[in-house]
Nanobody, 121 residues
Framework: VQLQAFGGGLVQAGGSLRLSCAAS????????MGWFRQAPGKEREFVAA????????DYTDSVKGRFTITMEKAKNQVYQQMTSLTPEDTAVYYC???????????????WGQGTLVTVSS
């Protein structure tokens, strides 16, 4: 299984970025795809998740209304559109996948490599 994340970068506060994650190596039907993030000196935390169909999504409270997670099933890709970014969103963002929604990093089945998002004030 391979999850390849990209799209991070440096953005000013109030700006936007879109992260992408390409999944390969197995059939992901019925899997839950999502994103965690890890800020310097902090634990990896849940950010957002979506069912493979896109019919169900969930977000951590701090990003609700600002981040949107979507699926493009035909391309096996999951996206996270991030708007109104603040310096508190600065972190390495990790794409992930599991057979059911997982809010704990220690229990996540599959991880991609991280992509760094830096928000300057």
């Amino acid at each position: 299984v391979q999850l390849q994340a990209f799209g991070g970068g440096l953005v000013q506060a109030g700006g936007s970025l879109r992260l992408s994650c390409a999944a390969s190596g197995r059939t992901f039907n019925s899997y839950v795809m999502g994103w965690f993030r890890q800020a310097p000196g902090k634990e990896r935390e849940f950010v957002a998740a979506t069912s493979w169909t896109g019919g169900w999504t969930d977000y951590t409270d701090s990003v609700k209304g600002r981040f949107t997670i979507t699926m493009e099933k035909a391309k096996n890709q999951v996206y996270q559109q991030m708007t109104s970014l603040t310096p508190e969103d600065t972190a390495v963002y990790y794409c992930n996948a599991d057979r059911s929604v997982t809010y704990s990093a220690s229990q996540m089945r599959y991880w991609g490599q991280g992509t760094l998002v830096t928000v300057s004030s």
